[in-house]
T-cell receptor, first 113, second 113 residues
Framework: EPEVTQTPSHQVTQMGQEVILRCVPISNHLYFYWYRQILGQKVEFLVSFYNNEISEKSEIFDDQFSVERPDGSNFTLKIRSTKLEDSAMYFC???????????FGSGTRLTVV | GNSVTQMEGPVTLSEEAFLTINCTYTATGYPSLFWYVQYPGEGLQLLLKATKADDKGSNKGFEATYRKETTSFHLEKGSVQVSDSAVYFCALIGSSNTGKLIFGQGTTLQVKP
């Protein structure tokens, strides 16, 4: 069964550093997403990406965040200057279209110290 | 805006007990409804879905029926197993074109032998 692959599984970074979280979506999917889950809390939408541009973003997704699909297979989330409150599990997902279920990756646990 | 509300957890049951996890939603139009499951230390897996009123989603003995009149999508299982212990998330995709998933807060299920 096709999978969404995320790397790394766990990243520890110092406050103020830049991090890039990587995702390889399912190859024939066209819609890509990032979500995050702060420990013990609900899963929150960050951003959706379609046709090489952001289609929707939440208020969490401020100027410190960016996404990119640099080579047609990878989908990355960059946090420019990490803060302690960015510590969370970040999930990438892809979908064949709105209204279909997503396939989620297994997540990257980001710890900002 | 769109939102999902789930019953508070944790829910603790004995093996072979009947499970109900309540989920209600607020949305304009006709959302698609989903249940996701998160096993300890893992990512989010789609459990079942329903895309229109009166549809019943089912998988692995779990069922949920899309009830538009009560705006509900309660998850049920007739006989739970220890291996069903996980966090269960109800979610919807609204009528927007971006396919953004909106999650409930999650309900932890603990099944004891």
């Amino acid at each position: 069964e096709p999978e969404v692959t995320q790397t790394p599984s766990h990243q520890v970074t110092q406050m103020g550093q830049e991090v890039i979280l990587r995702c390889v979506p399912i190859s024939n999917h066209l819609y890509f997403y990032w979500y995050r889950q702060i420990l013990g809390q609900k899963v929150e939408f960050l951003v959706s990406f379609y046709n090489n541009e952001i289609s929707e973003k939440s208020e969490i997704f401020d100027d410190q965040f960016s996404v990119e699909r640099p080579d047609g297979s990878n989908f990355t989330l960059k946090i420019r200057s990490t803060k302690l409150e960015d510590s969370a599990m970040y999930f990438c997902a892809s979908s064949g279209g709105p209204g279909y279920g997503y396939t989620f990756g297994s997540g990257t646990r980001l710890t900002v110290v | 805006g769109n939102s999902v509300t789930q019953m508070e957890g944790p829910v603790t049951l004995s093996e072979e007990a009947f499970l109900t996890i309540n989920c209600t939603y607020t949305a304009t139009g006709y959302p698609s409804l989903f249940w996701y499951v998160q096993y300890p230390g893992e990512g989010l897996q789609l459990l079942l879905k329903a895309t229109k009123a009166d549809d019943k989603g089912s998988n692995k003995g779990f069922e949920a029926t899309y009830r538009k009149e009560t705006t509900s999508f309660h998850l049920e299982k007739g006989s739970v197993q220890v291996s069903d212990s996980a966090v269960y998330f109800c979610a919807l995709i609204g009528s927007s074109n971006t396919g953004k998933l909106i999650f409930g807060q999650g309900t932890t299920l603990q099944v004891k032998p």
